[in-house]
């Protein structure tokens, strides 16, 4: 699957929409309280947010920031508040209906790919759920982390003075002290998001740690 023209990013969007959507449709409802990836969301949390994203519009996006005073994390609160359901199947099926959509806030379109798998290891990592993912989607999320600034939620300076280097694919970037791991550990890396010690080796690999946990 080639993903280099911005037209074709959907498709792999609405799988890995799918894929989570079946990782979750028997999840004990115990379990939806699960701390995930993300600091102070609890798996649920993540997937409300996951709903409110896709619901989002362009011209929707503008106004809701301009209610919030242009402060990303008071949108995402009000986002999650508004989707999340007191029961968690209904939010399974709020996502389940929005499935198929392709709006979204007026950002590259790369970055739904990095929201749908970056979330969906947000969510399944702590619970326990290993997903095997198709790698052109990883490969050009983290082309798009890699290319942009941590202030709009790329991970570029995370990366600086590294040399990245995927252990499933044929991919490297940048250079600098090495760190070798599976393409979805690095991109979660370059994310900010912590990974285990044992996916990434090499000199650089506690450096992007580090950084990553300061994200």
Partial sequence: MTLRPATSVWPAVHEERSALIRDLEN???SQWVTPSLCPGWDVH???AHLVDTAKTTRLGFLRR???ARMDFDRDNAVGIFRERARDPEITLAAFRSVQPRT???PVPSAT???EAVVHGEDIRRPLGIVRRYPLEPVLTAMRHQLKTSVKVGG???????LRLIATDAAFEHGTGEE???PAVALLLAVSGRHVRDTELQGSGAAQL???SAAY
């Fill in 155 to 161: 991970g570029r300076e995370l990366a600086d003075g």
């Fill in 27 to 29: 999840l004990p409802a």
């Fill in 209 to 211: 740690q580090e950084r």
């Fill in 65 to 67: 920031m301009v209610a």
């Fill in 112 to 114: 739904r790919l990095v």
């Fill in 45 to 47: 949390d993540v997937l």
């Fill in 103 to 105: 709006s979204g806030p």
């Fill in 179 to 181: 760190v070798r791991g």
